[in-house]
């Protein structure tokens, strides 16, 4: 008999993750964790289930059926089992309605975010749907719109599977996804008065949802994006068929997220209701922006530390050259840095949530509503990166059977590949810092990361060495918006990391209090990669480097 190399094995999800775990009990109250525990548990629970439940199996995908025998339009659309089991998890567990208590302290996101981060790989995506969701719930808060906020939010925040509803978030056409100012679907009112939609929408992610908000230009209303106006749709009729108006064209052929059914769409008079009034329609869908965002920073989170347990693991199976791999000094060293580079994202992400929550609870000072909305973009870049690299290096430390399908990894890094483009990719989202920074004006955020960082703690002086560079930077590229622009990843990195560290210490010194001494260790790992990232090219060089002939 031949050697059997044994696979990595998951370790229990809540359980085995001392960061998460850390951090629950450094930011919730022990009344707060003893309620939030059995959701956790059981999300866990399903995590650990799901892990072996589909190791083996064959992979399932959504199928789209346009006809029926007879030759009726149907777009019926058939769903993975995983994806039929979501709603009942999500209303049982609170996956949104968590994310709408009114909690004085503002901790109703990092509780709905610990759930998330616990649910996503398990989920096949189903967070996106649930993203979505909850980022219609809050834009219809925020636009005051009682109708529909009295028709809409009881279903998506239900507590009950059958009366759950979910939405989408209609934004992208062939136009493009990111400069939606050009978008072409019309919102024309009939003799009635009654709005509907023409036109397609080109990647409806999640076309299960009953609702959708969107993005169309009333006829006549002129060109650019203060032009367009913000729709919602209900797609289902009451006997589950498609609404008049709504066909589904076809399912995208995607490198990931396949169970995901993200869908071409043509809209053909589709009934709509104005959110506000008809225009100005990117600054009213902006609170979806910053929701799903968020949403996609803790499902990169959650992705890494998949990864990571299942490449930490593999490292104490694995024996190679006379050792362990875990005890071979450089595979070790590997794996710590990507788990202290994880750990301090970590740090971010949840500080992001938890900030999103104090800021809707209006227990968020000026400073602080600031750093949430530089933080917020600023997460979502940084974090959609690390979960491509993370999840390629521990793709590679389980060697070439990392690079075969049963072991999970290879899915982990295709679906990787999406945190940083869907909800703004890398470049969008460096410059929307430089929106959330009015063009130049780092001190309201400088001020709050300053205030975070405990006394005398290693780092600090990094920091604000970094922190000063990067204020001298934006004040000098600031006079020419082409260099400001040509420098935006750079700096939002350069912020991200700060902050990151910033968010890291303070976890670091709380835990040492308790003799814990982890958190600092990996703060002293990431710190050793240092915090400046401001690096990039004159405009001359950048010429000179890709020219071709
Ligand atoms: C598992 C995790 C699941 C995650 C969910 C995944 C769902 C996937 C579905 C999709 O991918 S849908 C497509 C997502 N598309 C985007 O995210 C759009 C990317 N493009 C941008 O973000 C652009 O920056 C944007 C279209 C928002 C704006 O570009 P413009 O045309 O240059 O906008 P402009 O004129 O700067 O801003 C218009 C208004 O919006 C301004 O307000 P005022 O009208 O009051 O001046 C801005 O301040 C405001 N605004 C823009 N971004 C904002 C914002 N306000 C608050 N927060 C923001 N992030």
Known sequence: MSFIQEGPQLAHPLHHDRVLRTWLQQNLDDAARAALLPDLQALADYALQAYARR???????????????????????????????????????GLLWAGHVADARGLQRAAQFARVYLYHVA???????????????????ASGAAALMQRALP??????????????????????????????????????????????????????????????RPSGAGAGNDALGLFYVETRAADGAWQPGLRIQRLKDKLGTRELPTAE????????????????????????????????????????????????????????????????????????????????????????????????????????????????????????????????????????????????????????????IWEGTTNVLALDTLRALGGNDLAPFAAWLRRQWPADAPGAALAQTALVAATQWLQHASRERAQLEAGARSLA??????????????????????????????????????????NMASDDDCAAILAQD
């Not at 190791?55 to 995908?61: D, F, G, K, N, S």
């Not at 136009?175 to 009112?189: H, L, M, P, T, Y």
């Open 493 to 534: 990195l350069t912020l991200a990391r700060c902050a990151a560290a910033t968010l890291l210490a303070r976890q670091a010194q709380a835990a040492a209090v308790h003799g814990d001494l982890r958190p600092a260790a990996s703060l002293r790992r990431f710190l050793g990669h240092g915090l400046l990232r401001l």
């Open 123 to 141: 989920s096949e995506f189903y967070t996106c749907p649930l993203a979505m969701t909850d980022g219609t719930a809050t834009t219809l808060k």
């Open 55 to 93: 190791q083996y199996a064959p992979r399932l995908e959504p199928v789209l059926t346009q006809w029926d025998a007879w030759g009726r339009r149907v777009d019926r659309i058939a769903l993975t089992p995983t994806w039929d089991e979501g709603a009942a998890l999500t209303a049982a567990h």
């Open 155 to 216: 279903r998506f925040l239900s507590r009950d599977a059958t009366t759950l509803w979910l939405s989408g978030q209609w934004m992208t056409e062939t136009i493009g996804g990111s400069d939606v100012s050009r978008s072409e679907v019309e919102a024309r009112q009939d003799a009635s008065g009654q709005w509907r939609l023409y036109g397609r929408k080109w990647f409806a992610s999640a076309i299960v949802g009953e609702a959708a908000l969107a993005l169309a």
């Open 265 to 420: 769409t043509e809209l053909d008079g589709l009934a709509a209701t104005p959110v506000g009034e008809p225009k100005h329609g990117v600054r009213h869908i902006a609170p979806m922006l910053n929701i799903t965002r968020t949403w996609n920073t803790i499902c990169a989170l959650a992705a890494m530390r998949r990864a990571l347990a299942l490449a930490g693991d593999y490292a104490t199976r694995r024996e190679a050259f006379g050792a362990r791999l875990i005890d071979k000094p450089l595979h070790r060293d590997t794996l710590a840095g990507l788990a202290a580079e994880f750990e301090a994202a970590f740090a971010l992400g949840f500080g992001v949530a938890r900030l999103l929550g104090e800021v809707e609870s209006g227990v968020a000072d000026a400073d602080s509503q600031a750093a949430w909305r530089v933080l917020t973009p600023l997460a979502k870049l940084w974090t959609g990166k690390l979960a491509v690299r993370i999840a390629s290096e521990c793709l590679e430390a389980c060697g070439g059977a990392g690079y075969i399908e049963d072991t999970g990894l290879p899915q982990l890094l295709r679906d990787a590949q999406v945190y940083p």
